[in-house]
């Protein structure tokens, strides 16, 4: 059995969608999971779930819990990188488990990929925004996340591409009508194909962890991953320029771009891929784009720091070494 002890790193999502946390455990239990909560489930102190000590607190109790085998993050939100320099990353360490989540939990995800290198850091669902979606996109998500976590060390597993997609913000607590179903299809510049080891996360909350010993080392072989949701294109164009000014993009042979959810042009009628274009200022890198492990849905699950090949063309993406 698949034991998942889940924490609010941020945003008291438990305490504040009681309806969507209550239809997120049922759906798991279904499948078979035992959920263990974390101390602060259904706590709220205002704009986050707990002080920063104790939301520390929350996450430490989960690792020295032997029955916990994923740490799994709520939701997102803003602070978790408050968080990081309390976490018990050698007991972590020695006592590996697995971390997943998106969004704010990058914070999360990449502290542990860079102090705790034995455990495996998803890049995937967290519990009360993705569990919590209704069908068809809940199952296609809890499908590719299956598939990641029942991969043994050493082997390799191949996602293909969610034949729909969507990003909506509707059915959050009670049904509405059913999403749109739009056809999905990976994009590329300058190659079809990429492969490299995999890193990065939400670009929004990477910018409270650059520079700092959380965020991972870059390498030539490194494929950057980056997404990000719900911003518009002033704050898209900062972020892209404040990753090419740490020097992210000299380092890397190839970004990897998930889909903007809810993206705000401002007006411009630009994507995210042309403020990226704008950026780079005709730096060769190649892209490909329209990835979909982000905000939109369904969501699959990226094992941090495994070996990989991206397909745009045929839409497949295969994981190793992780």
């Known amino acids: ?13 438990t305490a504040i969608s009681p309806k969507r946390f209550a239809r997120a455990k049922a759906f798991l239990e279904g499948k078979g999971v035992k959920l263990i ?45 408050s968080i990081l320099p309390y976490l018990d990353y050698d007991y972590l360490n020695q006592y ?10 990058t914070a999360l995800l990449l502290a542990v990929q ?34 990641i976590i029942n991969t043994r060390h050493g082997h390799s597993v191949t996602i293909k591409a969610p034949t729909y997609w969507d990003d909506e913000a509707i059915n959050w607590n009670d049904f509405e ?19 490299g080891r995999i890193m990065g996360g939400n670009l929004n ?22 997404e990000d949701a719900e911003k518009d294109a002033s704050t898209v164009e900062k972020n892209f320029a404040m990753m090419r000014d740490a020097g992210a993009f000299d380092q890397v042979s190839g970004i990897i ?46 094992p941090l720091g495994a070996q990989t090949t991206i397909n745009a063309d045929d839409g497949t993406i295969t994981f190793s070494r992780f």
């Not at 909350?205 to 980056?226: A, Q, R």
């Not at 200022?281 to 784009?289: A, D, E, L, R």
């Open 1 to 13: 059995m698949t034991t998942i002890g889940f924490c609010s790193t941020s945003t008291p999502i």
């Open 37 to 81: 909560g974390g101390s602060l489930t259904g706590k709220q102190d205002h704009y986050r779930s707990g002080s920063i000590l104790d939301r520390a607190a929350e996450v430490n109790q989960l690792i020295h819990n032997d029955e916990v085998g994923i740490i799994m993050a709520t939701i997102g939100g803003t602070n978790t990188n």
């Open 96 to 105: 590996p488990k697995t971390v997943v989540g998106y969004s704010d939990a």
């Open 114 to 147: 860079t102090q705790a290198p034995n455990c495996r850091t998803l890049y995937g669902p967290a519990l009360v925004a993705s569990f919590g979606e209704w069908p068809p996109f809940v199952n296609e998500t809890w499908t590719a996340f299956e598939k």
């Open 177 to 195: 009508r059913p999403k749109q179903q739009r056809p999905n299809q990976w994009h590329s510049i300058g190659t079809s194909k990429l492969t």
């Open 205 to 226: 909350t990477i910018y409270g962890i650059l520079g700092s010993n959380y965020f991972p080392k870059l390498s030539p072989n490194d494929l950057l991953f980056i």
């Open 257 to 302: 771009l998930g889909k903007h959810a809810l993206f705000d042009d401002s007006g411009t009628n630009r994507k995210p891929i042309d403020i990226l274009l704008e950026v780079l200022n005709g730096q060769q890198i190649p892209i490909i784009y329209d990835y979909d492990s982000c905000h939109t849905v369904p969501m699959i699950t990226t």
